[in-house]
């Protein structure tokens, strides 16, 4: 059912692990094929950790893909809290009734650095808030499994978030 006008979306945050002691973060959303309302200047997507202080983060990347999955290139790191994740800007918009965010994934990678003991556990969110309107980001709150986004003028936006998922590396 809709909320605020936008349709429930899916919403996932999966790991993979890496050799030598690491570990991919992988966020990923999906809107309805059928769907193409969206219209903002943008949405928002985090991955947040909670980790030792040793856990450092490398190989930040987003990709987003048309409804008809040709790659779009509408993401971009909007900031990076070495302690705590990742938030990133979809320039989300409609083209001849195609959304050309439709689907997207991030990746975030998590290595020991020096200090770290040899197993070291974390926890990993991933939200996404889908904005529908004509306001501006004014701010952003971002903690772990948590994102709150508030814009210059009212609009439709529904904010989904997937975890927290806890691991070892």
């Not at 020096?114 to 004014?138: E, L, R």
């Amino acid at each position: 059912m809709p909320m605020s006008g936008i349709p429930a979306y899916q919403i996932y945050v999966t790991t993979v692990p890496l050799s030598g002691g690491g570990a991919q973060i992988w966020g990923t959303w999906d809107f309805p094929d059928s769907w193409a309302g969206q219209g903002a200047p943008f949405d928002i997507a985090a991955t947040s950790v909670s980790m030792n202080s040793c856990v450092q983060m490398s190989n930040l990347a987003i990709w987003t893909y048309s409804v008809g999955g040709a790659s779009t290139n509408l993401g971009s790191q909007r900031a990076v809290y070495p302690a705590t994740g990742v938030e990133w800007n979809v320039q989300d918009y409609v083209s001849g009734f195609a959304d050309m965010a439709d689907r997207g994934t991030t990746r975030v990678e998590l290595h020991r650095g020096s200090g770290c003991p040899p197993t070291v556990q974390v926890g990993a969110a991933f939200n996404y808030d889908a904005n529908q309107g004509n306001g501006s980001i004014v701010s952003i709150g971002f903690n772990f499994g948590f994102l709150s986004v508030s814009f210059s003028a009212p609009v439709l936006d529904r904010p989904e978030g997937a975890g927290p998922i806890y691991f070892n590396i």
